[in-house]
C-alpha cells in the first residue's frame, strides 16, 4: 500500500490540474460556439473530450514521472529539497522502475488517443508526438528544457496554446469558417498556459537555492529570488490584463461573481507570494496556484 501511495504522490496530483485546464478551455471554446453561434456548425462531442482529458493526464504524470527519476539520476534532488517527497531520491524505486513507470503513462496517453486519431487522423499524431517528446525532454535529453531556464517557455506552449487548439483540432477539425473559434483557443490558450507558468515559478522560487547549487539553471535561478517573484507576479496578473480580448472572441462571455472568487484567490497568492520564504512553506502555494486556474476557466464557463 505504502508503494502505491508513493507512486501516487510521485505523480504530483496537486500539479495536474494544469493539463486538464487546458482542455476544460478548449471544450469551452466548443460549448460557447455552440450555444451563441450556432450558425457555424459546432457541435461537442463529450465522448470525445474525455479521451483527450485522460490521454493529457497521462502525458502530464509520465512527465512528473520522468522529472521524478531524471532529477534523481542527475543528483539534482537532494537533502536539502523543500518540495514533496521523490521516490526515486527516497529509495522507494530504482530510476529504472520510475521510468518504466513514466513510460507507461506514455502508453496509457497513447491507448486514450487512439479515439481522437480516428475521429481526425494523421494531425492527431502530429500534435501528440511532441508532446510525448516534451513530457521526457523537460528534464532529459541533451538538452533538458527546466535545466536551462526553458521550463516556462516549454509550459506555455504545451500545457496552453498545444493543449487548448489541440482540444479544439480534436473536437472540430480544420475548416476555414471554424476560425474564431481558432482565434479563441489563442487567446484562452495563452491564458492557461500563464496560468501553469505560475505554478511552475512558485516550484522553482520554492527549490531555488538547490537548483542552483546542482547546476540546474532554472529561470528563478537565473533571475535571483525577487525577480523571480516578481516575473509569478506577472504571471499572475497577465490572464487578467488580457480579458478585453477574450471578452471579444469568446460568444456569451459575461461577468459574474465567479470573477470574484477568482481574484480573490488571485489576491490571497499574491500576498504569499510576496510574504512566504522559498522554503516548504511555498508548498500550500502550489495548491492554491492549482486552484486559481480553475477558478479562473470556471468563470469564462459561466
Not at 450555444?35 to 497521462?58: E, K
Not at 527516497?90 to 530510476?95: A, L, N, R, V
Not at 510525448?132 to 521550463?151: D, E, K, Q, R, V
Request: aromatic residues 10%; contains cysteine; proline residues 5%.
Amino acid at each position: 500500500m505504502n508503494k502505491i501511495i508513493s507512486i501516487i504522490l510521485a505523480a504530483r496530483p496537486k500539479t495536474l490540474p494544469a493539463g486538464l485546464v487546458a482542455v476544460w478551455a478548449g471544450c469551452l471554446i466548443i460549448w460557447k460556439f455552440q450555444q451563441h453561434a450556432p450558425a457555424l456548425g459546432i457541435r461537442m462531442d463529450w465522448q470525445l473530450a474525455v479521451f483527450t482529458a485522460l490521454s493529457c493526464m497521462c502525458l502530464q504524470i509520465a512527465s512528473n514521472l520522468f522529472n521524478d527519476a531524471i532529477d534523481s539520476l542527475k543528483h539534482a534532488d537532494t537533502e536539502r529539497r523543500q518540495g514533496p517527497r521523490r521516490i526515486t531520491a527516497s529509495g522507494d524505486f530504482s530510476p529504472r522502475a520510475v521510468l518504466g513507470f513514466g513510460a507507461a503513462a506514455l502508453a496509457a496517453a497513447c491507448c486514450f488517443a487512439i479515439p481522437l486519431i480516428m475521429a481526425q487522423g494523421w494531425a492527431v499524431i502530429a500534435i501528440g508526438l511532441p508532446c510525448m517528446a516534451a513530457s521526457y525532454c523537460y528534464t532529459g535529453g541533451p538538452y533538458p528544457f527546466a535545466y536551462h531556464g526553458l521550463g516556462e517557455l516549454c509550459v506555455l506552449l504545451f500545457f496552453g496554446l498545444v493543449a487548448v487548439a489541440g482540444t479544439v483540432f480534436v473536437q472540430i477539425g480544420w475548416q476555414p469558417e471554424f476560425l474564431p473559434a481558432y482565434q479563441c483557443a489563442f487567446i484562452i490558450g495563452t491564458q492557461c498556459g500563464i496560468l501553469s507558468c505560475l505554478l511552475i515559478e512558485v516550484n522553482n522560487i520554492r527549490d531555488r537555492e538547490e537548483d542552483a547549487s546542482t547546476g540546474k539553471r532554472t529561470l528563478a535561478v537565473r533571475l535571483g529570488d525577487s525577480r523571480a517573484r516578481g516575473l509569478a507576479f506577472a504571471f499572475l496578473i497577465l490572464p487578467y490584463a488580457t480579458i478585453r480580448w477574450t471578452a471579444m472572441f469568446l460568444p456569451g462571455f459575461r461577468w459574474s461573481l465567479f470573477w470574484l472568487a477568482a481574484i480573490t484567490c488571485g489576491g490571497i497568492i499574491l500576498v504569499k507570494l510576496h510574504t512566504t520564504p522559498a522554503n516548504k512553506k511555498m508548498n500550500v502555494m502550489l495548491g492554491l496556484a492549482s486552484l486559481h486556474a480553475m477558478l479562473f476557466l470556471l468563470a469564462l464557463s459561466m
